[in-house]
């Protein structure tokens, strides 16, 4: 089917959900309210106006009224909000056989070409004197009836064209498209909340966006172990690609830089070999006492890492998977490593699909030649370094970096 485009008649979008409808009607419900605020935020973060939205009698939709102009900007910031499974462009009318066949009529006009072979799929909730198969025989005889010049021939395998008429309850909807979202996924909602441990690596990045695809708000700790100022503005430059998914008003990121602890780590120990181990064991006792600090105003109840087993960052694997038996040594939350099954490909893909924009850059002035990792000397290592006034002088200096 080729695809159409957005019809001077069209004032809606129809939205359609995935996972929600999985749940419970309780949980549904909930889901669905927090849904309708995300897509309300996002819209009125990008500045796109619309009159008002509802919900379909059944619940099955989402709708959302714009003006036909605002209708394109609209459709592009409704595809990135997680939690929705597809879109249409679409204008209303009641559920009056004769208006349906006008309106059909109408958009007929503007998709129609001679010789084309076209169908008509119909979906009907509530209780109608006709069935769906009687609409699409009737308005299919009005087509062919009304366009008899154009030679139109109907099918319903492999069609060229496609008009769609959805019947809920009073009302129906009329379109040519049905437009899948970005993402899917879940709506994100303020309970479940993840801190991101980010040290520059696009994999803690990519992360933290797979666990919003899930439903998470993210608050990012970025640990800075570079000298290279440039390097910054690369950083923030990424979390202003990925805010674009931020369902919020205000988003920021907390800085801390750990340089100054791990110059005194590589003066202390004889062999550097332990020093990756060691900058991700004072990584965590960091955040397991920031979160502290913030748990009782935001509820956190979660750590991601950018751990993926691939050899995509400038630590091997073999360090990454054993690290991950340090996670618990300071929190007591669950840390979520969820690109740890994905291949080079595909964190690529994904990284290319989240924004083309987002750029790599060398975060670490301190990674040694050779590594090596015994998690029992690993321990004993770090508690003889004695690390706690600097973590207590860092948190102190921690510094808030405003994306909007």
């Not at 769609?164 to 909340?193: A, C």
């Not at 706690?388 to 405003?402: C, Y």
């Amino acid at each position: 089917m080729e695809n159409s485009y957005i019809l001077k008649q069209y004032n809606l979008i129809l939205i359609r959900y995935g996972e929600i409808w999985l749940k419970s009607q309780k949980v549904k419900i909930r889901m669905l309210k927090i849904l309708i605020n995300n897509i309300r935020k996002m819209l009125k973060k990008r500045n796109i106006p619309f009159h008002k939205y509802q919900l379909s009698k059944d619940s099955s939709r989402v709708l959302f009224f714009f003006k036909n102009e605002d209708i394109p900007r609209a459709l592009e910031v409704i595809k990135n909000v997680f939690g929705i499974y597809s879109a249409s462009p679409a204008l209303r009318t009641s559920n009056r056989l004769e208006n349906i066949c006008e309106r059909a009529i109408e958009v007929g006009r503007y998709i129609l070409k001679k010789g084309d072979k076209f169908a008509i799929r119909v979906k009907r909730s509530g209780k109608h004197d006709y069935t769906s198969m009687d609409v699409a025989k009737i308005v299919g005889k009005t087509i062919l009836d009304t366009f008899s010049n154009l030679e139109l021939k109907v099918n319903l395998t492999s069609p060229k064209k496609v008009i769609f008429v959805e019947i809920r309850d009073d009302f129906s909807y009329i379109f040519t498209d049905i437009i899948k979202s970005n993402w899917g996924g879940l709506p994100i909602e303020n309970q479940k909340k993840v801190v991101v441990m980010d040290i520059g690596r696009l994999n803690d990045l990519i992360s933290s966006f797979l666990l919003m695809k899930r439903g998470c708000v993210i608050y990012p700790v970025l640990f800075e172990i570079t000298h290279n100022k440039k390097a910054f503005n690369i950083w923030k430059s990424n979390w202003k690609e990925l805010a674009q998914y931020v369902p919020l008003f205000k988003f920021s990121l907390k800085k801390i830089n750990i340089v100054n602890i791990i110059q005194f780590v590589e003066r202390k120990i004889q062999s550097k070999k332990y020093l990756c181990g060691i900058c991700k064991l004072i990584r965590l006792e960091i955040l397991s006492k920031l979160i502290e600090t913030l748990s009782s105003n935001t509820n956190i109840r979660a750590i991601t890492d950018g751990v993926s087993l691939n050899n995509s960052t400038l630590c091997p694997d073999y360090v990454d998977f054993n690290s991950i038996a340090l996670n618990y040594l300071f929190s007591i939350y669950p840390i979520f490593t969820p690109i740890i099954g994905l291949d080079l490909n595909e964190i690529d893909d994904l990284h290319k699909k989240i924004s083309p924009n987002l750029k790599e850059f060398d975060y670490c002035d301190f990674k040694p030649k050779n590594q090596e990792f015994d998690l029992k000397r690993l321990k004993e290592l770090y508690q003889s370094l004695e690390l706690n006034d600097l973590i207590q002088q860092n948190l102190q200096n921690i510094e808030h970096i405003k994306i909007f």
